[in-house]
């Protein structure tokens, strides 16, 4: 039983990290509908599926779920000094670590703007905003060195 009380006291505090985490988002990436009901259905098959026989298994299979069912939950965004994405923790998304950070010069058909956060030329984030194209490039030049900020996204 100790192990399943390290296991619960290890994902509370990622989850309250990433709570507060939340809380440093200046712009909200859009949120896919299809991420929050795939994991609310991925949290609920596994408690199906493994269906726990003692109470120690039910709370680590059920922490498992809050766990997948959390990702499906926390919202991607911009923050003052970094880009906010789930599970990135410590300076692993600062915007000093990008080489690059593009915006796309129209928006897709849905009016979303995309946002392309390069590492190496191999290695990228992209990510879709409602906001509009001028609002994300007047706060990334507010946050960001400007040599960064690179004003369009060739498809």
Do not use: C
């Amino acid at each position: 039983m100790i192990d399943t009380i390290e296991i619960l006291v290890l994902i509370l505090i990622l989850l309250v990290y990433e709570y507060r985490q939340q809380q440093q988002i200046k712009i909200v990436a859009r949120q896919q509908k299809y991420k929050l009901l795939l994991a609310i259905f991925i949290s609920l098959a596994i408690i199906v599926l493994f269906w726990p026989a003692t109470i120690k298994q039910w709370i680590q299979i059920s922490l498992i779920s809050v766990l997948i069912f959390s990702t499906g939950l926390f919202r991607q965004g911009l923050g003052n000094n970094r880009l906010i994405t789930y599970s990135a923790l410590g300076s692993g998304s600062n915007y000093s670590r990008f080489s690059q950070i593009i915006v796309a010069e129209k928006p897709d058909e849905n009016g979303n703007i995309e946002v392309r956060f390069m590492k190496t030329a191999t290695s990228s984030v992209d990510v879709m905003f409602n906001s509009s194209r001028q609002e994300l490039i007047s706060f990334l030049s507010e946050h960001v060195e400007d040599q960064l900020v690179i004003n369009k996204l060739s498809k």
